[in-house]
């Protein structure tokens, strides 16, 4: 029987599927066919299906049942995996309990389930869980073909930018200079590693940075990164009009270091400006940040992308801004 399906590539399939499932559009009825180095996933509802996505008709088998948590419990629950780590986000004990025990109880794989017991705290972005299955709070994670070593109780790591992560490293090109300012375990400079730039990852977490290390290793790009860390700031002697692309992903924050990013920024640079504003004036306050800030060094300002990354809050909005740097 032919149904719709989203066409991949095999190794960017996990993070394809997350986020079909993400937005309930996954057909749990229909088996996952993998032909060649393509992967197909059945869709439930292509005309929702987005655009950067491929839509064909294939041939596909039914699912054998699976239980889900869902099944187990009478609501749709949420819940996102990290490697084999399931988190979730519950403030109601006895709810978080039936929740992590349906997860254990389904055929979701589990090594450990973590309910949120902080929000993001302090300048190293970390937050406290509550245990409710399992030991370990470490875990692999794998997206888009690269696999990222994390520990979620010593480092910030958020699956859900999985997405956002590949649309910047794609257009990354061979031999380019990039810089992430808030590296984190790596998501953004291993993938720029491997399209073959020289790749430099900063954060003030040294877990972060060590796990940074050990990703570039694990991913074979160890000869195209360094790991350094520090606080951003204390790196523009070194790097000084170094790079050709600049992540700041630091939501609420980026904008007090693009004194920093204008000096590392070479004289022609992409920044890619993360920020979280009202959804009324999502992308303003952002660029009139980074206008007043090129002006100051002498750079020419062209807005290439505006971008809602993701909802954040009730009428808040995380977004992106990709910005070309130049030097008249």
């Known amino acids: 029987m032919e149904s719709p399906c989203v066409r991949a590539p095999r190794s960017e399939g996990e993070a394809v599927r997350e986020r079909l499932a993400d937005a309930a559009l996954l057909d749990r009825d229909r088996q996952i066919a993998v032909e060649g180095e393509k992967i197909f996933l059945p869709v439930a509802d292509p005309a929702a299906v987005p655009d950067d996505l491929e ?12 239980t889900m948590p869902a099944d187990l419990l009478d609501a749709e ?11 979730i986000d ?78 910047v490293t794609e257009q990354v090109a061979a031999g380019e200079q990039v810089l992430d ?56 002697e070194e ?6 692309r600049i992540v700041m992903n630091l939501p609420h924050s980026a904008d007090a270091f693009l004194e920093t ?20 004036d999502p992308f303003g306050p952002g660029e009139a940040a980074i206008r007043a800030a090129t002006a100051t060094a002498g750079y020419e300002v062209a807005v290439e992308t505006e971008r809602v990354v993701r909802s954040y809050a009730p009428h808040e909005v995380n977004v992106c801004l990709d910005v070309r740097l130049s030097r008249p």
Request: proline fraction near 4%.
């Open 77 to 87: 629950p949420s819940y996102e995996r990290i490697g084999d780590v399931v988190v």
């Open 181 to 236: 300012m808030f590296a984190g375990v790596g998501p953004f400079v291993i993938p720029a590693a491997k399209r073959g730039a020289e790749a430099v990852g900063v954060d003030k977490n040294p877990t972060a940075i060590e796990y940074l290390r050990a990703n570039a290793e694990r991913n074979g790009v160890a000869d195209r990164v360094t790991a350094i860390a520090a606080d951003v700031r204390e790196t523009t």
């Open 261 to 280: 990013a204008m000096t590392l920024a070479g004289e022609e640079a992409v920044l890619h400006y993360y920020d979280i504003q009202h959804e009324d």
């Open 90 to 167: 519950e403030d109601d004990p006895e709810r978080a309990r039936e929740l992590a025990d349906a997860i254990v109880a389904s055929d979701v794989p589990a090594a450990t389930v973590l309910n949120r017991a902080s929000k993001i705290e302090g300048e190293l972005r970390v937050r406290d869980w509550e245990v409710l299955h399992g030991e370990s709070t470490e875990t692999v994670h794998r997206e888009y073909g690269c696999e990222y070593a994390v520990d979620l109780a010593s480092v910030f790591f958020s699956p859900r930018l999985a997405t956002e992560r590949h649309r």
């Open 239 to 244: 790097y000084a009009g170094w790079a050709d």
């Open 55 to 66: 839509v064909v008709d294939r041939s596909t088998g039914e699912r054998e049942t699976q």
